[in-house]
């Protein structure tokens, strides 16, 4: 499989993929890393992938647009929530889900 994947996913996407090896016999033939607007440049030059990972929503939403990805196949795979945690008795309190 040819892959394009995010800068920031590298460690976790290596290690996904020897575990999806190990599991299949599937092999990737390269997987690229790049910033997600740098990898959608590569897909409009004409650079194929199986499989685009972007961290960026509206990179992604440009991949569909441009036709780089079927929107019917598109997954949303992360959420990026920032969580805080303190000591007991700190005087902080559960502030909820905040858009």
């Known amino acids: 499989?040819?892959?394009?994947?995010?800068?920031s996913l590298s460690k976790a996407m290596d290690e996904a993929?020897?575990?999806?090896?190990?599991?299949?016999g599937v092999t990737f033939a390269d997987?690229?890393?790049k910033a997600?607007?740098?990898l959608n440049e590569?897909?409009?030059?004409?650079?194929?992938a199986d499989l685009l990972i972007s961290a960026s929503k509206g990179s992604m939403d440009t991949a569909v647009k441009e036709g780089y990805v079927?929107?019917?196949?598109r997954v949303a795979l992360f959420k990026n929530d920032l969580v805080m945690v303190s000591k007991e008795g700190s005087?902080?309190?559960?502030?909820?889900?905040?858009?």
């Open 70 to 73: 079927d929107e019917g196949t």
């Open 1 to 7: 499989l040819q892959v394009f994947a995010a800068n």
């Open 91 to 99: 005087g902080l309190s559960d502030q909820g889900r905040h858009p």
């Open 17 to 24: 993929q020897e575990l999806y090896t190990q599991q299949t």
């Open 42 to 48: 590569m897909l409009s030059a004409g650079s194929y």
């Open 31 to 33: 997987t690229q890393y």
């Open 36 to 38: 997600s607007g740098e």
